[in-house]
């Protein structure tokens, strides 16, 4: 299904969503000239029809005014790349900042081209390896004219709103039912994504939980040491569950009032690995997590759920193992309470 | 689409659950007798076919053995009705308690129940005023051989395969992709139940932390007194932010990672009161929620998020004020502080 | 320093606390005859002016009646201990439970003591190793008559009111100055002490996360390695500090509004060990921190900093892996992000 | 007491505690040249002795080089004072802020003074409204030769060693245990200032909540309305205390294990108002706690329970109230749940 007004992109960055989102657009028709240091990633897409670049200023040049170039890079690559294309484009062409930057970065960087009549998009991307598939949730940030030019790239991009059904009180126009948003000027699309990902935290971290509390519903048929340091369960009888954690997943899938893609892909992590005993749960945390804590303490907004999300992250990093010493140490003082080695 | 195997239930509770699983229930072809205290909630299920029983008793009598009786009651209510009720049936009938029990009573209810040789299921049943329409997702508890019997009805009231894709790396058999589950023993279908109320807690909490967030992002342009006691915002420029809440969760619906129900719910309540003022703040929580927490500290489990978002909502209620009076109070005995009475 | 109403009393359980008690009990001239299934415990009191007892029998057998038998056991030992003793035991005789012990426990043997005329007394007791010199802070529950009677012993092992500076604007009569407190009846004590330690937990929490957050002050000297999952720090000029985490604890303890004797033990414990590297921070937690969490949801109190210092001590213990586990598989299946097995 | 080494210093800001700052100063013999915009403060200490300006110029010229003056001000005019008081120092003379400033400001000021070879130093002082008769806890941060050169002025404002036992296991030397301490280079003074009271947020709350629980624990004499949306308490025979929680606080503050300053304060102002009425529970924040939770983001180390304390006094003051309203707003959405609005 081409796109009506087909237009041309240029990409730096074919990672796995830099090169998914290039595809999707050349479904639609839009041209697409793409780079990246890794030739290779270069040479897959021009296998697929996309014109090859072979450096920052062969993609500039090969775009035609205005031009669009869209930026999906690792947040610590982005300020040095632009410092290199700024000076090789020209007023009225329009970049796309499409990965993970601060949004005060967007504020920054957006005034600094505004002189040169560069204009700067902050375009937070959310889909993961399944966007090329299902279309990508754009959460976008800069002035309305450019935004409004380059309509056709974020509607292509975006799922469609075939993707869920319609909103049954909505009654308003707009593109948030195609699933992109003009959320505001610079740094509103990267803030409302940073949120986005806040909230995605707090909601693994329910689910994750949920899951714990119900594999461990067998713990009355576990054996407990007894001794001054550990509480028995008082009552093991309540206990005895062993339930199949997978198919909870499944079955919470349709219906129920936690029914979530997040639901949807662990029933899938579990249908493949009813353990998962690939994984250590040393869960990383990018910086839009940490980000949104920020923000809600500046604003003075409580955001208890997606503080302890991001905590409890830290915790399975092992990174309070100093403060745990520290509590260790406090009870060998006051209780003469040796550490226990072992689990209990 | 009419069961193969049409059964007879009887339907003690004709709230909005209980009437439309009723309804459920009749559409596929299984025959439904009722009964409800209020006498118009009778009539008018009898208008649409059901049977109208005035009393448990001659809901009882109108069933053909071995009868199946569902309750759909408050918590409160249940252990009532099963002491009447119980008299009334005979070995081999089934009892099935929908409702939001403690799966603790479940325990206790089927140990009491088994002598007489009726069978007592649990079976937790999420979809709210919905499932008429999305089906219900059960969650169910109790023997086997009852639960296999009574197969056609959980296929009918649950929302069937369709509802949603398939997990792509499961092959497994079983109901959970039909949106049922037989869980485990006795309390196993509300012990799921309860903690799918916990996760579904903080899934909530962590979307609403996040859309405050982001209402409050324009938090550098409103005035704020500068004292001693309130930190100025140090980068009010950073906070500029007049986003629309509504259209970040219409647009979240469709791609992103926290697509979900209740997103798809908060965007519907957005498009229909922007500001949600005709609500106070003040959130409720049922027992499951608490239940939840009690599980998780009997286990050992760590549920800092489901723990945060209970506690949360005792907060909207005003139930830690004594405690903050006495931080108020400490507050003026070190520091002679004042009590600040406006919004700071 | 003697006191003028000797009293006789019997201790079974001669741990560090149990010893410890009978000492200061003897210092104060009260007589003391002393059971423990270990026979050295049991001889090196005698040396120190105890009576000797060889059973459970011979202990009663020693002492007048009225009797007065004070526990001081394991939780899980207290129970078949009480239900030996109670037939050796005769009306007016009086028991009290020193140990952590739940309160609702107490309850229940209280009621069960009832008809037999033997008052069953609960007594939280604070002070761990230090108590000897310290004395120890007594939280009673029981009938007030019993309380009453046994007065001069409660005296003798609580502080006394020269522990601490007079409470300025405290006019009312009453123990709890001396440092001992009949606080209802039966289970009052235990479930202050209860509570006690839930407080205890959270202020640890707080000591420990803030010398955390201090050691890591030089954040900023550390090499990061830049990858799209990790966030580099955005200021590390902001963390160049190494601070000697001893020594601020150290400072805190005059003049601060941290002071307290928990940063008093912080303090030794890191003046004897900087790094506390002999400590892994596997943090064990007794009954007392669940059940102050299972009390606070029951009365629907938010109780969120005691609930999360309960929770970190179950992650510090590696409790929270599985729910780890499934937010890494998450991870993996939207981000096709592999966990990290290193430290970031 | 004299000192042995008389200094002069000069005081900018007579609040309490400034003035007490200079009460103590003078004490020890020490001159100060005091300043405040409220001229009734300056008469106020000149009446006991201290030396009156009439303005910034006047005070510094009241003053002997190489100077030292101190601000004691609120944290928002600490930069316009500066930037008047800069021009009017000389080279070696030293500028110490007391008051809460942000600890990164003091890295900008200490490098902006630097070239005209004005030392700055830091200085987070706690103590409060007590300061005058404890003595203020005073960490330091700045280069060390002007610390060392005003050592007489921290030591004669600081507790003294006698204010607390010896920490038993330290043999190290250095100021700790007089009640001040060079923490390190510029903003290492405000940096552990800045988190002593995140961790004094922590601790607070750990006793507030614990007080609420047991002021709570007549729960089960209350009447609750029983409803499909309230929980009733399971055992209300377990909650039937009525306990004197100003007792409690009395009793903790000798020989317990939370023994601490802030129970001493709780006890003194529970002993003077036993339900705080005159408390509505509203608790400000002011920056350091806010400071605190950024710092433990940045470093990526785990401080749940700071983090907590610090949203919980968001929510006192309403802060949550949209993100409840949203979740009000769902729960009406999917299960018909209007808001209650009265007290459950």
């Known amino acids: 299904m081409a796109t009506d007004t087909p237009l041309q992109l240029g990409m730096i960055g074919l990672g796995r969503m830099g090169a998914n989102l290039v595809r999707r657009l050349m479904r639609d028709g839009h041209r697409c000239v793409v780079y990246d240091l890794d030739e290779s990633a270069v040479r897959e897409l021009r296998a697929e ?25 690792p947040a610590a690559v982005v300020q040095p790349t632009l410092d290199q294309l700024t000076d090789l ?11 993970n930057s601060y949004y005060r970065d967007d504020i920054t960087r957006a005034a600094q081209l505004a002189p040169r009549r560069i204009h700067y998009l902050d375009c937070g991307t959310s889909g993961g390896v399944w966007g090329l598939e299902r279309g990508y949730c754009l959460m976008i940030g800069g002035e309305p004219a450019p935004v409004a030019r ?4 974020f509607r292509s991009i975006a799922p469609g709103a075939g993707a869920a059904e319609p909103t049954p009180s909505r009654h308003a126009d707009g ?16 803030f409302v994504k940073m949120v986005h990902n806040g909230v995605e935290y707090g909601m693994m971290a329910a689910i994750a939980e949920g899951l714990s509390i119900i594999e461990h519903a067998d713990a009355g048929l576990r054996k407990h040491t007894a001794d001054a340091e550990t509480a028995p369960l008082r009552e093991p009888e309540a206990y005895q569950y062993e339930i199949d954690v997978g198919e909870v997943a499944e079955v919470w899938r349709r219906g129920s009032v936690v029914g979530s893609w997040l639901v949807d892909l662990t029933a899938d992590a579990l249908a493949r690995s ?3 005993e690939e994984f250590t749960g040393r869960v990383s945390d990018s910086g839009e997590g940490r980000w949104t804590v920020l923000a809600a303490v500046d604003e003075g907004v409580p955001a208890a759920v997606i503080s302890t999300a991001l905590t409890d992250r830290f915790q399975s990093r092992g990174l309070g193992e100093f403060a745990d010493r520290v509590l260790s140490a406090m009870r060998s003082e006051f209780g003469g309470h040796a550490e226990k080695r072992s689990q209990p």
Chains 1, 2, 3, 4 share one sequence.
């Open 49 to 73: 029809g996309a014109v090859a670049a072979g450096s920052l200023g062969d993609l500039v040049a090969k775009l035609e005014r205005p031009r669009v170039v869209w930026l999906m890079l």
């Open 89 to 99: 484009l020209a007023p009225d062409d329009a970049i796309i900042d499409g990965g």
């Open 150 to 153: 380059l309509d056709p790239l």
């Open 175 to 190: 593109t948030a039912p195609d699933g992109y948003l003009h959320c505001g000027p610079s740094g509103a699309g990267h």
């Open 274 to 276: 009813p353990q998962l």
